[in-house]
């Protein structure tokens, strides 16, 4: 569970779970994804996401590879009911809410073991929500990272929500010892920094990551 950027009111909650498939039938996963605006212990407003998605190999040999998963992700909004002109919800309207079905697709190619290229993009259906049919904002993400030493990877992506400007970000990751990982990172659009750490422990690896706000907003801790 996250708050992001340090708002109470906010919370981020997320789990899932994925599996191998027999033969060349690739991977299996199911997750679950909830964000909420709360006060006074009452939600306001909360977006529930259920996804299944599926990954496989399409091919490989020594040294490249190529593979292609997709994601159904069954989206619900719902509101709260208004506080009404006696301000305590008692004659307020019941605002309901809404499905969606949302279809996002990934690619990912590497090359000569040291280079690995990727490409997703989300809400491909161009889904609609709501009795005013308002579309979900499509998104698409090019990326590339490279090893050009063991245990230190570069890596930087360019993403874009439809008629939005683009996003870069970039980042290393350091392994600084075999149970030690260091990460930092930029983004634009708007310009941020981001940095963490990952613990690997016998039957447990720990992962921290923060990013500042970006404008007014405060920073988010993740774990």
Not at 11 to 38: K, Q
Request: hydrophobic share 40%.
């Amino acid at each position: 569970t996250v708050a992001p950027n340090g708002l109470d009111f906010n919370r981020l909650t997320s789990a899932g779970v994925s599996a191998p498939l027999p033969g060349r039938g690739g991977a299996l996963a199911v997750g679950w994804r909830r964000f909420a605006v709360e006060y006074d212990d009452v939600d306001l407003s909360s977006e529930n996401t259920l996804s299944v998605a599926h990954g496989f190999r399409i091919f490989s040999d020594a040294s490249t590879g190529a593979y292609l998963g997709w994601t159904l992700n069954f989206f619900n909004a719902e509101f709260s009911r208004t506080i009404g002109a006696a301000g305590d919800g008692t004659d307020g309207r019941e605002p309901g809410s809404a499905w969606a079905v949302r279809l996002d697709v990934g690619a990912a190619v590497q090359i000569y073991s040291r280079t690995r290229l990727g490409l997703f993009t989300r809400n491909l259906n161009n889904p609609t929500i709501g009795d005013d049919s308002e579309e979900l904002s499509r998104q698409v993400a090019l990326g590339l990272a490279h090893e050009p030493y063991p245990g230190v990877i570069s890596a930087f992506d360019m993403r874009s929500t439809l008629g939005d400007q683009f996003r870069f970000c970039g980042g290393l990751e350091f392994n600084v010892v075999p149970a030690l990982d260091l990460r930092v990172g930029v983004e634009t659009e708007p310009n941020k920094v981001t940095g963490g750490f990952g613990v690997h422990l016998p039957i447990l690896t720990l992962d921290y990551g923060f990013s500042t706000g970006g404008g007014v907003l405060d920073a988010s801790h993740h774990f």
